[in-house]
C-alpha cells in the first residue's frame, strides 16, 4: 500500500500563492508519476497538473498553466504543487494521486491513478 500526506491548503486572497505538498509514502515503485486533482462540491474532479518521477515530464490542465508549477522530490517521495495568481475559480478539494507505471497518454485521466490522498481544501477569497 501506498500513503499519501498532504499539506499546505487554506484561505487567500484573489492574486496570492500557496504551496500545496504531497508526500508519498509505503510501498512506492521507481517508476510512477503523482499529481493534482481538484473537486468542487457538486462538480466533477478534474485534473489539475502531473509529473512522472521518471525524467520528471510535467502535464497541466489549461486553466491552470502559466500560473502552476508542479515539481517533485524524488528522494522524498514528495511533490509540491506552487500556485500563483490564485483566483475564486481555483477554489476547491485538492487531492494528490499517486499512480505506478502510469503512461502519457492516461496521465490527466483519474483512472489511471490508484492511490489519493484526504484532499487539502484552498479557498481564494477577500
Known amino acids: 500500500q501506498v500513503q499519501l500526506v498532504e499539506s499546505g491548503g487554506g484561505l487567500v486572497q484573489p492574486g496570492g500563492s500557496l504551496r500545496l505538498s504531497c508526500a508519498a509514502s509505503?510501498?512506492?515503485?521507481?517508476?510512477?508519476?503523482m499529481g493534482w486533482f481538484r473537486q468542487v462540491l457538486g462538480k466533477e474532479r478534474e485534473f489539475v497538473a502531473a509529473?512522472?518521477?521518471?525524467?520528471?515530464?510535467?502535464h497541466y490542465a489549461d486553466s491552470v498553466k502559466g500560473r502552476f508549477t508542479i515539481s517533485r522530490d524524488t528522494a522524498k517521495n514528495t511533490v509540491y504543487l506552487q500556485m500563483n495568481s490564485l483566483n475564486s475559480e481555483d477554489t476547491a478539494v485538492y487531492y494528490c494521486?499517486?499512480?505506478?507505471?502510469?503512461?502519457?497518454?492516461?496521465?490527466?485521466?483519474?483512472?489511471?491513478?490508484?492511490?489519493w490522498g484526504q484532499g487539502t481544501q484552498v479557498t481564494v477569497s477577500s
Open positions: 509505503g510501498r512506492t515503485t521507481n517508476n510512477y508519476a
Open positions: 494521486t499517486y499512480g505506478p507505471g502510469v503512461i502519457l497518454s492516461s496521465i490527466r485521466q483519474q483512472s489511471a491513478y490508484s492511490h
Open positions: 509529473i512522472r518521477r521518471n525524467g520528471g515530464s510535467t
